[in-house]
T-cell receptor, first 107, second 113 residues
């Protein structure tokens, strides 16, 4: 299974864009990149996924590099409620969670 | 609320007792997953059902653990002879056949004294 590397923590000012990076240099050609987040004391929440092209939905945008070895999750206007642990996962089916990035959105 | 539900939300038990958790997935989701999460760690995969068939089990799922999904609807996870190391949040997730993403329930927090 492809392994992912994320910074353990990040801060972001409320209203600014939060850019969360993820390295997945061992990703194989048919593996998708998934992002989930987990707000304290809740179950994880699916955010977005992509294969090669950049993707956008109502929650976030996903930018995948051309070589697919890394990606960035963008929350365009972070709010206090976006404070959570964000997980980048490379695999469908059973999810293999790493340590994730703890994002703190500050007023 | 049509999300994934889990019961109970909290369970405190004494070491050596058996416990059973229930997960009700989103209606018509044929895939159901169980995960375990300990403090400060990401969730770890335990087992996966497609309809009523248990298709994969993690090595984490020792013989004290058993999961069922009769009739392909709700699922139960039973832990026999609980140990203090079983204390964790047990998460259930479901997904439909041809859609990405898993929908997680709120979890059952188990404390073994």
């Amino acid at each position: 299974d492809a392994k992912t590397t994320q910074p353990p923590s990040m801060d972001c000012a409320e209203g600014r864009a939060a850019n969360l990076p993820c390295n997945h240099s061992t990703i194989s050609g048919n593996e998708y990149v998934y992002w989930y987040r987990q707000i304290h004391s809740q179950g994880p929440q699916y955010i977005i996924h992509g294969l090669k092209n950049n993707e956008t939905n109502e929650m976030a945008s996903l930018i995948i590099t051309e070589d697919r070895k890394s990606s960035t999750l963008i929350l365009p206007h972070a709010t206090l409620r976006d404070t959570a642990v964000y997980y980048c996962i490379v695999k469908g089916g059973k999810l293999i969670f790493g340590q994730g990035t703890e994002l703190s959105v500050k007023p | 609320d049509t999300g994934v539900s889990q019961n109970p939300r909290h369970k405190i038990t004494k070491r050596g007792q058996n416990v059973t958790f229930r997960c009700d997935p989103i209606s018509e989701h044929n895939r159901l997953y169980w995960y375990r999460q300990t403090l400060g760690q990401g969730p770890e995969f335990l087992t996966y059902f497609q309809n009523e068939a248990q298709l994969e089990k993690s090595r984490l799922l020792s013989d004290r653990f058993s999961a069922e999904r009769p009739k392909g609807s709700f699922s139960t996870l039973e832990i026999q002879r609980t140990e203090q190391g079983d204390s964790a949040m047990y998460l259930c997730a479901s997904s439909p056949r041809r859609a990405p993403g898993q929908f997680f329930g709120p979890g059952t927090r188990l404390t073994v004294l």
